[in-house]
């Protein structure tokens, strides 16, 4: 049982990440910088329970206000350029803060243990929800609770007028802003939600891991924030949440027995999905027709 | 005023060390530029395949004792082999309008590589043969290592060898042509997938002249260099300005000189970090990089 707890558990983050990429993706931004902020957050939030002694829910709620902020910073310079040149940007950022917390050596002695972050060597011992008894079907919900509440968050945006004004810009810039759009306030605004995002979904990680060190926060953590939407599509957040579904649960551990070769697998996946597909699993013609399947039948039950 | 002078000599001399390991970041730069100024599209891919090349030249020894010069050769026809390869998976396919998705199939191809890299090697570093790693010129203060000024000298008639093969003959033509107006040569009667491919072996020799340096500098080749090199080829191309080649080399240049000033100064693990703070910098001040002409283009 808490082998699928922890699955859950799993694919709620890597759910955080994706809609944290999601949010920017409907300006039509492509961030790579998501694993940036994800790192962030989970430093952040760690430092305050371990070094700290901070409870999990204040810790959590700094380490995304400051991956907030943090994208909410780079935002403004970032976005002046878009496209490639942004995925560019975004990589170098993700990088750099890598290499930050791969510096980062903050060691205290409580409870005579040393504990914090250790450089080269990772931050380990990450013991909030241990050390104070949670079992581990609280923590699935705990998680859980975040991952429902920005979901819904989100899915109530899309149907207000920020979400409209997200997709506008994302379909046509120029038009967007002869309407009256301040493109940059736009996107630095969806970058700030989608950095708050990823923070959660990081000081979430750190906590259900209990380690982390610089190698969790690569491009390829990057890779799967960004691949999650563009898998699942843009109509609605329950795409992303379908493909890190696909991705972790049937992909990566329906997989497990074929051992390290997975990995292979991913990266030809991708360029598979991509040939077929070149705008997502589920891309507007997809959504559309699924919709129409779903019309047929409530038609059909309509008339019984 | 002595401790100065030290100083001083220090980091000249890491500032020309530099220099010169930077026609490899040069090489790696220009072929990033090449693609992204025929196609509109990013192929992440590329430094992998750089590197793989390198590795299938290194495999070549395994089956006959060949001297270094051999394997390098080896690396760059692997290396353009793997290139094409790439062309075709990730790009021959994908829409022409959709610079996103030749970007995650680049991705992946690059994931892929990695991948296959480790698992053939057991991710474990591989020797990698040099020249003149014996030879050290000692100019004094200063002294030049051999093998570093070799790889100099190489990435230098690349360069030289690419902008002849630009300018001086009809698949140059037809490149260029392709970069400026992809429709228009296309009326001209010019085979834009096939020059697209061309540009891609091009490159992907140029990518594997450039993995086959860096092994050699370095003396190891692991699949740890994927990463790095493929980060460092994309701040090059911006900072020197996507599509611009003289752009590329200038800036791989400055980029190996500033990355080894600062490896002298704040250490290995520090060292990365200064060369991105470099990056932001040119995003800031300057975003459409050394040589970049237009304001709009993604």
Known sequence: MDYY?????????????GLSAYVLMLTGQLSLAQAGFFAIGAYTAGIL?????????PALVAGALVAGFFAFLIGFPALRVRGLMLVVATIAFSEFVRLFFFNLSWRETIDNVEVGPDSTQGFREIRFFSANGWEVWEVTLFVWFFVIAVMAGLWWMDRSRAGAVLRAVGEDELAAQSVGLNLTAVKVAAMTVGGVIAGIGGALYAH????????????LLATFAIAYPILGGLSSVFGT???????????IEGLRFLGDWRNVLFGLLIILVMNLKPRGIFDARTALLIKRIFAVHRGNRGDA | MEDFWVEFVEITQSVSDGLLFGSTYALIGIGFTLIFGTMRKLNMAYAAASIAGAYAGLAMLAFVDAPAIIVFLASALASGAIGYAVYVVCFRFIP???????????IGALFFIDEVIIHATNASPMAYPAIFDDVMIDIPPYSVRGDLLFVFLVGLLSMLV??????RTRLGLATRAVSQQNIAAQLC??????????????????????????????GVLSPLMTLPLTVKGLIVTVIGGLGSIPGAIVAGLMVGAFENVFLYLRGVNERDMYVLLLLFVFLVFRPNGIFGKSIDRD
């Open chain 1, 5 to 17: 707890l922890g699955l859950a558990q799993t694919i709620g983050i890597h759910t955080l990440l």
């Open chain 1, 49 to 57: 329970t371990v070094l700290f002694q901070w409870t999990i829910l």
């Open chain 1, 208 to 219: 259900t891991a209990t380690y982390i060190d610089h190698l969790t926060f690569t491009v």
């Open chain 1, 241 to 251: 949440l379908a493909a890190v579904v696909f991705i972790q649960g049937i992909l």
């Open chain 2, 96 to 106: 022409v309008d959709n610079p996103l998705a030749a970007l995650m199939t680049t």
């Open chain 2, 162 to 167: 690419l902008l002849f093969v630009l300018y």
């Open chain 2, 189 to 218: 009667g010019i085979d834009v997938h096939k020059t697209n491919a061309q540009t891609f072996v091009v490159a992907g020799v140029l990518g594997g002249v450039a993995g086959a340096m860096t092994a050699a500098s370095v």
